[in-house]
């Protein structure tokens, strides 16, 4: 894996997202796009050349990278109070 660093903002997470939901308006709900994310991510991993057990342990890392990245932020909201929001929707098994 790369050992370049990300250039994460709430910016381009936004217009990541907008691209979906021009897509899928049902993309407006994080839950969604993540389904989405995460597909993308296994299409394009797929695609690469190199070899099933290589590409599976690819998965692997990006699998732990992800949830470093939720533990990050998860530390960040516990550390300040967060910001006033609405519910952004409601995810139930099976919806697609």
């Known amino acids: ?3 370049d660093t ?3 903002s709430g910016d381009l997470i936004q217009k ?9 308006p049902k993309a407006q709900q ?3 796009a993540v ?3 995460s597909a993308i ?3 394009l991993v797929a695609q690469m050349p190199e070899s099933v057990n290589e590409r599976k342990e690819y998965l692997k890392q990006l699998s732990q990278f992800t949830e470093s990245v939720f533990v990050d932020m998860e530390s960040r909201k516990q ?7 609405e519910a952004s929707g409601v995810w139930r098994p099976g919806d697609n």
């Not at 997202?17 to 899928?24: G, I, P």
């Not at 550390?79 to 929001?85: D, K, S, W």
């Open 1 to 3: 894996m790369s050992d």
């Open 41 to 43: 991510t296994g299409f």
């Open 79 to 85: 550390a300040a109070p967060p910001p006033q929001q």
């Open 35 to 37: 389904q989405y994310l």
């Open 30 to 32: 994080p839950i969604v």
């Open 16 to 24: 990541i997202q907008d691209v979906l939901v021009e897509t899928d």
């Open 6 to 8: 990300l250039q994460l």
